[in-house]
């Protein structure tokens, strides 16, 4: 029986990622990761955190998955951290990394939770950037075999595989904009990683499938992305093609569109997108994660627009993250032409549009243009979580709103026919949230960042009521 949750009823689950919550980051032999190395560059992360400590979550594996387990979820969501079970990349593998992923997956079986492991969450390890990162074509074949080799470990009792978190993020705000690890800029060139991202998957896919699983898909961030008007039509065409078409391409067809290579004409060079590789690429998704916050609306930058252009480049307009819905502008599309984005209240506290009719229009979309089975990677919001109930939790009554909302449109995405499995928020807790460090809250249980303690939020004890009350007759 396939480990993909059946049509019938969604299921639900809570998701999180290795750097942002295990922290261990020297310990049983784990190698350095392109987001210590990044993390330490100064100005990198806002508050000059670092995940070296993030949730303790390596040494407290059990009352996490008890925290898992009180929301009565069928799905905990996790990824492996590349550089603990294989600290330098290839070669070497670390047995007591591979030991701390199968106690947690152990752990969740015996709590009757069906553990989704993700294999790559971004953190590359650092001696394959030294060796130019995504870049290289070698990575992902080394990928591949770190794939192949955790599934040897864990293949019998993990179901659920992804094999890439958002590649857009990795690709394009990691060596476009760099945002993120590995904090590089490169142009046209940030294609090429895009690239070899979806090859990595692809050759992890055919190991994985060679080796028996029957259950492995990718996770993407796909968005609707919405032209304010109609003149601004080819810069939101550009914006498609890299945030979904440049990966449902060749998923899907085996191939690159043409509104694709425009932006992208360096995918057309034979020696960067080799003969075989989409062919390889298409059709090796059992499965497709969406992960939603918020729409990208588009706007060409016009005389007398509010937005700075002058400094940007002919490539586009640099924005801050925080009015671009996480965008900071065109280093992360390159090749399309200048262009704004315009998100409209309300913004949630990291500055994302809060519209809960993108998530339903991209779910029945996705349905349209991929027929696979869906689920809901990851979809869940930033708020201040200042308001406490009398007995001192979070009373974040905001989140609980917009979990809400957004489970509705999942719900209506589904009567209209889109193939939707699975619900799995982001996230169980704070973490470190990338180049926000931790000034920026998911989670539906707070941590204290001096003792670690965790406490359910109201948004946590809500959650598990929905849950409950989904499965009632
Ligand atoms: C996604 C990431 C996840 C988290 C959320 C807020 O882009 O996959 O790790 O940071 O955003």
């Known amino acids: 029986m396939t480990p993909l949750p059946d049509r019938s009823r969604l299921s639900w689950g809570v998701a999180s990622a290795a750097y942002q919550v295990e922290g261990a ?73 591979l030991d701390y992923y199968q106690r947690l997956v152990d752990r969740l079986l015996e709590r009757d939770i069906a553990p989704m492991a993700t294999l790559y969450h971004w953190d590359l390890p650092q001696p394959l950037e030294d060796a130019d990162g995504w870049v290289n074509r070698d990575t992902s074949a080394r990928f591949a075999d770190y794939a192949a080799l955790v599934h040897e470990r864990l293949g019998d009792r993990v179901g659920l595989w992804a094999t890439h978190n958002e590649p857009w993020c990795a690709a394009y705000v990691g060596y476009g904009s760099g945002r993120h690890a590995p904090g590089r800029q490169l142009g046209d060139r940030t294609h090429v990683t895009a690239h070899h991202l979806l090859l990595g998957h692809g050759l992890a896919a055919t190991r994985l499938h060679d080796a028996g699983a029957d259950a492995v898909g990718i996770v993407l961030n796909l968005t609707p992305v919405w032209p304010d008007r109609p003149e601004a039509a ?17 998923l899907v067809d085996g191939a690159y569109d043409d509104g694709t290579l425009k932006v992208a004409p360096v995918l057309a060079d034979p020696s960067v997108v080799r003969d075989g590789d989409l062919a390889l690429v298409r059709g090796s998704a059992d499965w497709l994660g969406v992960n939603y916050y918020t ?36 280093e992360e599309f390159p090749g399309v032409a200048p262009f704004r984005f315009t998100p409209r209240p309300p913004l949630t506290d990291i500055g994302w549009e809060v519209e809960p009719r993108g998530l339903e229009e991209l779910l029945v979309e996705t349905h349209r243009r991929t027929g696979l089975p869906l689920l809901v990677t990851e979809h869940g919001a930033a708020f201040p979580d200042t308001t406490r109930t009398a007995e001192g939790e979070v009373d974040d009554q905001d989140r609980v709103g917009y979990l809400s909302d957004h489970i509705a449109a999942v719900e209506r995405a589904r009567e209209q026919g889109a193939d939707v499995r699975g619900y799995v928020l982001w996230t169980l807790m704070d973490n470190f949230e990338w180049a926000e460090g931790y000034t920026k809250y998911f989670g539906i249980v707070h941590v204290d960042r001096d003792t670690l303690v965790r406490t359910p939020k109201a948004s946590y004890h809500w959650y598990a009521e929905r849950v409950r009350a989904s499965r009632e007759p």
């Open 25 to 97: 980051a020297t310990e049983d032999g784990r190698g350095p990761s392109i987001w210590d190395t990044f993390a330490a560059r100064p100005g990198a992360v806002v508050d000059g955190s670092d995940g070296a400590v993030a949730c303790d979550s390596y040494h407290r594996l059990d009352e996490d998955v008890e925290l898992v387990a009180g929301l009565g979820v069928d799905h905990y969501r996790f990824s492996i951290a590349w550089p603990r079970v294989q600290p330098s990349g290839s070669g070497a593998v670390e047995p007591r990394g």
């Open 295 to 330: 729409p990208a609306r588009v706007d060409l930058v016009s005389a007398g627009s509010t937005t700075e252009t002058a400094s940007a480049g002919s490539t586009g307009v640099a924005e801050p993250a925080e009015t671009t819905g996480g965008d900071a502008g065109v």
């Open 234 to 250: 080819e810069v939101a065409d550009g914006v498609d093609a890299i945030r979904n078409r440049i990966w449902l391409g060749p």
